[in-house]
């Protein structure tokens, strides 16, 4: 994982305060994502993790402050016009409505499709391809509320893949999946990165998977940016004190070389 | 191949279009008959023809009263019903997936009912001016329909859009509103059987200008809701997958319940309140194809068509020449299905 030395960037937290109602989570926020890369978002419960995504896709407006998408103001955009900047991975984002595979991961073409009109080609394609790279290909025609955990999760990457975005923000992509799943879905995500360049901003609790995967850590704690640099750089068993209040220990992973923090149980 | 789920939906789609288009035609044939003054099928058959012709019978093959009931009583009856059916499955459908709640309905609501209270306070009270005319009914009944549906939105909306949070406001509603037609009655004891026919609902009345603005209105409303299934469908996800998808869930929201809370209204004020075809009608057709908006919408128009169309023709014949109010057999099919969705709702909870 190399860095140049100049990076864009594709997302920016500028001075962002907000919270629900009169309880203010977030101070003068300041953080910016790079393009291109895969950022985890990780800190203990109630951070502000999720909440900092919602701004993203203005499903929450902050208080004072901006979110810059792309150098546009996230406030001053429409939605549809947003939603072909940056899609999202909800959580709890599966539906229990019997939707077919294909019918629900159609639903990230919306912010394309004009009124009136069917799927055009363009719009089949990009489903084809989001399809293509979840590998649900063959299941276009299940219903969704037959599928597994580890599908569900798919589904729900392959809608917002379709929604043709440079940016991707995931709130929790692998909770409730077994390792097997978890690995496949990380897997995915960094390919993405990789091959398709594409800005991947990721929620996560797994600190082993944080490691192995993201380019660069965001480190939230009570509202508050602790740190954001690389994995190592952020990650030390001091910062994972003060914080998440354990103890970790550094261990070689004897199959790649890398050090690794472990929480001690 | 593979089992396709998605296959057998389309191919359900079709099988419930074409078969329920037959039984519709079919039943308004049986329906045209049936009633006190008896009507053979090719009496029936040659009296719609002429009329369409604009011919008067020269074979004397049916009487002046016989042509009179099939054209200005039954014809304009079964189209209305067929017409009010359709939109109240609509606008059931458009309710249900608003709120994301199977049970939600106008009739459960209290939106119909507050649509009634509209239409008899208005035309009681004498505050349809003349001008009004024929729009002067529907748009009163809007008007009550409107204030009913923000009520609820505004205290369901409190409470997070539970399903219980809302059925519960929705109970309350018609109390509340069963409450104020009660006193209206009671206030206006010699035009009693006016207020009970917007209670009750019937098609007794139909004519066909009531029956032509009835369809216009029905015509604004559901084109405009048959064109927004895409935006229906995303009302099923969780609000942030849909405003992150470019939904803006808020507005939408508030387009949506407004269009089928006007298509309601209309038909309330023409044939009064009729409950349950909102929620039986999308019901079977989701069971059957899917809750896909582009096909559930028009296929709820075509049950709920039919299942009102059967309703009313029962409704007429069934105590011989003694009529029911439609609204009571609608009930008695509805009401235990709605017991049913309940069950349901609440075990899935437990789970």
């Known amino acids: 994982m190399t860095h140049p030395t100049q990076e864009s960037n594709a997302v920016r937290f500028n001075h962002l305060s907000g919270g629900y109602g009169t309880k203010v989570l977030f101070h003068d926020v300041r953080l910016d994502i790079p393009a291109g890369r895969f950022t985890s978002i990780i800190g203990p419960n109630g951070a502000g993790k999720s909440t900092l995504l919602k701004y993203l896709v203005k499903v929450l407006l902050p208080q004072t402050g901006t979110v810059y998408i792309a150098d546009h103001d996230v406030s001053t955009l429409r939605q549809r016009l947003l939603a072909r900047h940056v899609a ?152 994972l004190k003060e914080t998440y209040r354990i103890d970790v220990h550094e261990v070689t992973d004897p199959a790649t070389g890398a050090t690794l923090l472990l929480p001690t149980w | 191949m593979e089992s396709t789920a998605g296959g057998l939906q389309r191919k359900l789609t079709l099988v419930l279009i074409i078969v329920t288009s037959i039984l519709i035609v079919a039943l308004a044939f049986v329906s045209v008959m049936m009633g006190p003054a008896e009507i053979s099928p090719g009496q029936a058959l040659a009296i719609i023809a002429d009329s369409l012709r604009h011919g008067v019978s020269t074979d004397g093959a049916y009487s002046a009263s016989q042509a009179y009931i099939v054209m200005n009583l039954r014809l304009p009856r079964i189209l209305s019903a067929l017409v009010a059916g359709a939109v109240l499955a609509v606008s059931g459908a458009v309710f249900q997936s608003v709120f994301r709640n199977p049970m939600a309905d106008p009739y459960v609501l209290g939106i119909s009912s507050g649509a009634s209270f509209g239409v008899a306070l208005a035309s009681l009270g004498g505050m349809i001016p003349a001008w009004a005319g024929s729009w002067g009914l529907p748009v009163s009944a809007w008007l009550g329909a409107m204030a009913t549906a923000v009520l609820i939105m505004f205290l369901a909306g409190g409470g997070g859009w539970s399903k219980t949070s809302l059925l519960l406001t929705g109970v309350a509603m018609n109390y509340l509103l069963s409450a104020a037609i009660t006193l209206l009655m009671y206030l206006n004891q010699e035009h009693l059987d006016r207020v009970l026919f917007w209670t009750l609902g019937s098609f007794g009345s139909s ?145």
């Open chain 1, 88 to 239: 999202m991975v909800a959580q709890n984002g599966t539906s229990d409505y019997e939707f077919t595979v294909f019918d629900s991961v159609a639903m990230g073409r919306y912010a394309h499709i004009k009124r009136f009109s069917s799927l055009t080609k363009e719009d089949r394609d990009s489903i084809e391809y989001a399809l293509e790279a979840t590998g649900i290909r063959t299941m276009r025609d299940k219903l969704i509320t037959e599928l597994s955990g580890g599908e569900a999760q798919r589904v729900l990457l392959a809608r917002a893949l379709c929604q043709d975005t440079d940016v991707i923000a995931l709130d929790e992509p692998i909770n409730h999946l077994d390792p097997f799943h978890q690995r496949d879905i990380m897997r995915l995500l960094r390919q993405l990165v990789d091959r398709n360049g594409l800005t991947v901003i990721c929620v996560l609790h797994a600190l082993d998977a944080v490691q192995v995967f993201s380019d660069h850590v965001v480190l939230m704690h009570e509202g508050r940016i602790v740190a954001t640099v690389t994995p190592r750089q952020v990650l030390t068993p001091r910062s």
């Open chain 2, 207 to 351: 004519d066909w200008t009531k029956l032509s603005v009835m369809a216009a209105f029905a015509v604004v409303t559901c084109v405009p809701l048959l064109s927004m299934h895409r935006e229906l469908d995303m009302m099923l996800l969780d609000e942030t997958t849909a405003t992150s998808s470019g939904l803006s869930t808020r507005a939408w929201r508030m387009l949506l319940l407004a269009i089928a809370t006007a298509s309601v209204a209309s038909v309330v004020s023409f044939c009064g309140v009729i409950g349950f075809i909102g929620l039986m009608a999308p019901h079977l057709v989701r069971m059957t194809i899917g809750p896909g908006h582009k096909r559930l919408l028009p296929c709820s128009m075509i049950v709920g068509a039919f299942l009102m169309l059967l309703s009313d023709t029962l409704a007429r014949t069934v105590m011989g020449t003694t009529e029911l109010p439609v609204g009571v057999v609608t009930s008695i099919a509805g009401a235990p299905l709605f017991i049913i969705l309940l069950r349901h709702t609440i075990s899935r909870r437990r789970r």
